[in-house]
């Protein structure tokens, strides 16, 4: 069984940055296909960026692209989200979420994501 344990967010200012931390107990990171998603007030829960099991291949959702960066330390077994230039719209709680299987087509799915953390918060607020 894998865990996922997240950490980094809070409260900061239009403009501040972010970077959150997510380690899978009982696994390695390189074994699995590692995401973020996001859940605000009264929304669904939405892909944010995922990064490839083998060669880190990364993708976004075009909002925070150029914004965010999603990144593995293989040697911490670390994932992490960079999260720049944040905007009130990225107000949401942030998971971190892992897939033993993915089917490329679908990493924005969280269907596709076996393991999820418990959710970190960051408010963006002036």
């Known amino acids: 069984q894998v865990q996922l344990v997240e950490s980094g967010g809070g409260l900061v200012q239009p403009g501040d940055s972010l970077r959150l931390s997510c380690t899978p107990s009982g696994r390695s990171v390189r074994d699995l296909d590692m995401g973020w998603f996001r859940q605000a007030p009264g929304r669904e829960r939405e892909f944010v960026a995922h990064?490839?099991?083998?060669?880190?291949?990364?993708r976004y959702r075009d909002s925070v692209k150029g914004r965010f960066t999603i990144s593995r330390d293989n040697a911490k077994n670390m994932v992490y989200l960079q999260m720049n230039s944040l905007q009130a719209e990225d107000t949401a709680v942030y998971y971190c979420?892992?897939?033993?299987?993915?089917?490329?087509?679908?990493?924005?799915?969280?269907?596709?994501?076996?393991?999820w953390g418990q959710g970190t918060q960051v408010t963006v607020s002036s």
């Open positions: 979420a892992a897939a033993t299987g993915m089917i490329l087509s679908s990493i924005g799915n969280s269907a596709q994501y076996n393991y």
């Open positions: 990064i490839r099991r083998s060669g880190g291949t990364t």
